[in-house]
């Protein structure tokens, strides 16, 4: 039976909303399981050798531990009738379908949205593409990587004498996933009001220029094309400036005038707020190389847990560069609770992150930790309406795995 609560708690706002998941690595799976974090049952249906991602490594092993927490999972073999028609008997208990298959595939396969919201039109359908669905990329395979470089993200990212670089992590999957996520829940509500369900859709493309959009505003209401700086932003210094500390470096922004004078006070350089140079926002960024020199000058004698408290203390905004083991052991990382313990049926444990917001003061939730391929195939088919001896056929004829 479904693990989720019979009505709707302080923490679980989505209680009795079923979800079915067909989605894969990222962007599908990670919208599902934000709907899960919040209450919903979600089934994920897999093909019968499970979510690719389960099949390129380590890293792939990961991708389903972190988007794939909460839900139950059937393995199906959509290619055949019989596994077709159990994967419309799931979505027929459903409100929310979940996509992001290669383009065309899911229509082949009698489980597009047309196709589904014209048999269950209750059903909130949500599509997460490469390119989306109208242009002439349309038929193209989209990841992550492809949306940074067709976005414009890439040509903003990286030193300007060296070539253009990615985004340390899949940015645009995980954002797609939250934006998906989002599209659900505003659907859901519309629902409340109308009866009806939506068909929505959205791409890695769009989530990657929807990103942008400060830096989007400017060019379209007539700055120069964007180029890449580096650190620094380019219209304000000190601004996103990363300083080399004693044992490291800082972040710093402090390009607005009261932050600018503070951050000479605070120093011991207030001779630096009247140097011709560093006098406006306008001097110091057509003079950043001598403004990061003398960035450099004060603050390279201090740690970097120094430099933030001094000028934290300051309202100035810094922060230390960290590394991941750094982050892990903060004690702000330790106060949010946001690292949580994922516990699966078979004992299974690992830790992960939870959904980045509270609601009230109810803990953050902890669901359990992401299903084996099929796990519950003969569960979520029994609340489906099969028998066992139908389900025993299914599983004899290679339907389920």
Known sequence: ???????????????????????????????????????????????????????????????????????????????????????????????????????????????????????????VYLTISGFGSRGPSSERPGYDIAAQAESGLMSVTGEPD??????????????????????????????????????????????????????????????????????????????????????GYIVLSAYAEEHWQRFCRVLGREELARDPRFASNAQRVAHREALRAVLRDCLSGFSSEQCVALLSGQQIVAGAVRSYNQVLHSPDLAASGLVVEAVGADGTRYQALALPYRIDDAPRPSPPAAPACGADGDAVLAEAGYSLDEIAALRRDGVVA
């Open 1 to 123: 039976m479904p693990a989720t609560p019979a009505s709707p708690g302080p923490a679980r706002p989505l209680a009795g909303v079923r979800v079915i998941d067909l989605g894969q690595y990222i962007a599908g799976p990670g919208a599902a399981m934000t709907l899960a974090e919040l209450g919903a049952d979600v089934i994920k249906v897999e093909p019968l050798a499970g979510d690719q991602a389960r099949h390129i490594g380590r890293y792939g092993e990961s991708m389903v531990r972190a988007y794939n927490r909460g839900k139950r999972s059937i393995a199906l073999d959509l290619k055949r009738e019989a596994g077709r028609e159990a994967a419309l008997r799931l979505i027929a208990h459903a409100d929310v379908v979940i996509q992001n298959l290669r383009p065309g595939a899911i229509d082949k396969l009698g489980l597009g949205p047309r196709h589904v919201r014209e048999r269950f039109p209750r059903i």
């Open 162 to 247: 060296r070539p253009p670089q990615k985004v340390g992590v899949p940015i645009i999957d995980a954002a797609a996933a939250q934006l998906g996520a989002q599209a659900v829940l505003a659907a859901l509500y519309g629902r409340e009001k109308t009866g009806r369900g939506a068909t929505l859709e959205t791409s890695l493309l769009e989530v990657a220029l929807h990103l942008q959009a400060t830096t989007w505003a400017d060019y379209l209401g007539g700055a120069p094309e964007p180029q890449r700086i580096g650190d620094g932003q380019p219209h304000n210094a000190p601004a996103a400036e990363v300083v080399p500390t004693r044992d």
